[in-house]
């Protein structure tokens, strides 16, 4: 369950991006470690990677938060990092188009759990077509 946990988590940051083995390994650690710390139920992190966003509570937006963190893609202020967010997933594909979803998708919202969630969000619902 972890494995499937973490899979569909990265799979929505990174839209339809392929994964390397290492990144899936990185991944399944994170994931692991951020549903124990928010508090989230395995099922409900596992509900992200379908476009599940109904019923968000505040465990769910926090375990984005963590993940996002663990993965680089967060500041410790709560903000997207964006430098790194755009050079990970710049590696196998066109930086132009993953600037202007990185750009798209980063939006500060009222705490930091709440901006990581929005980043999830309008991740999924760009992917595939944006990258």
Do not use: R
């Amino acid at each position: 369950m972890k494995t499937f946990v973490a899979i569909a988590v990265v799979a929505l940051i990174a839209g339809s991006l392929a994964l390397t083995i290492d990144q899936k390994k990185k991944a399944e650690g994170y994931a692991a470690e951020c549903v124990k710390t928010s508090g989230v139920a395995p099922e409900t992190a596992a509900k992200l990677k379908n476009g599940d966003f109904a019923g968000a509570d505040d465990k769910t937006k926090c375990f984005a938060k963590c993940f996002l963190e663990k993965a680089g893609f967060m500041t410790d202020k709560g903000e997207i990092d964006e430098k790194t967010v755009i050079q990970k997933l710049s590696v196998d594909h066109d930086q132009a188009k993953v600037e202007g979803l990185v750009k798209k998708c980063n939006h500060k919202e009222a705490n930091p759990c709440e901006t990581a969630f929005k980043a999830y969000q309008c991740i999924y619902a760009a992917k595939g077509s944006a990258i």
